[in-house]
């Protein structure tokens, strides 16, 4: 039975995970903002030790895409894409956004983007409601009510709502389950909004 990586470096979670074919069995996810190139390989290294796993145990690899840090989007991806054309197997990546709102329905993600703008996504039990965009803060009520989002998840501390954590790591292995590998590992590129 194969393995899969689950790697997301895209904002100030650090968070590494391995699932087996039914379930997630290690998982680590913590705040390392601007720490993550530091600390990536290690905890990749870490997880392997910790269940007696090689590199050949994995069958696919599932990172974040972004939107979010510049630097820290390139950091996941990047292991991804070497590991995955390396090792000869799938990659599959998802977007941030998509990541936070996991299976919940009616759900919109958000993650700060400096200057009163975010970066919204709209989810209805993993499938997107509509792309995600780049908005500025005073729009993201009306876009909330125009679409009947009911359930809120990331930085909403910056839309006055209560903050909530996130299992990143759970939230992408069941996404994984939804969406297609790359059909091309070497022209992956990182989902950057601009505004």
């Not at 006055?160 to 590129?189: C, H």
Request: glycine letters at 6%; hydrophobic letters at 40%; one cysteine or more.
């Amino acid at each position: 039975m194969g393995h899969k990586l689950i790697i997301d470096t895209s904002n100030r979670l650090l968070s590494i995970g391995i699932a087996d074919d039914n379930k997630v069995i290690y998982k680590k996810q913590y705040e390392a903002w601007q720490k993550q190139s530091e600390f990536t390989i290690k905890e990749i290294d870490n997880a392997l030790k910790n269940l007696k796993l090689s590199l050949s145990s994995f069958d696919e690899i599932i990172v974040g895409k972004g939107p979010g840090s510049y630097t820290g989007i390139r950091i996941a991806l990047t292991i991804g894409k070497v590991m995955a054309y390396a090792l000869s197997i799938p990659l599959k990546t998802i977007s941030s956004l998509q990541m936070l709102c996991g299976l919940m329905p009616r759900c919109l993600a958000i993650i700060d983007a400096r200057s009163n703008r975010a970066y919204i996504g709209l989810y209805d039990k993993g499938k997107a409601i509509k792309g995600d965009s780049i908005q500025y803060l005073q729009d993201i009520e009306n876009i909330a009510e125009e679409n009947e989002i009911i359930n809120f998840v990331g930085e909403t501390n910056l839309i006055n709502k209560e903050v909530y954590d996130v299992d990143i790591v759970e939230n992408m292995y069941l996404i994984s389950k939804l969406i297609t590998p790359e059909v091309n590992v070497n022209i992956v590129t990182p989902q950057y909004l601009k505004g």
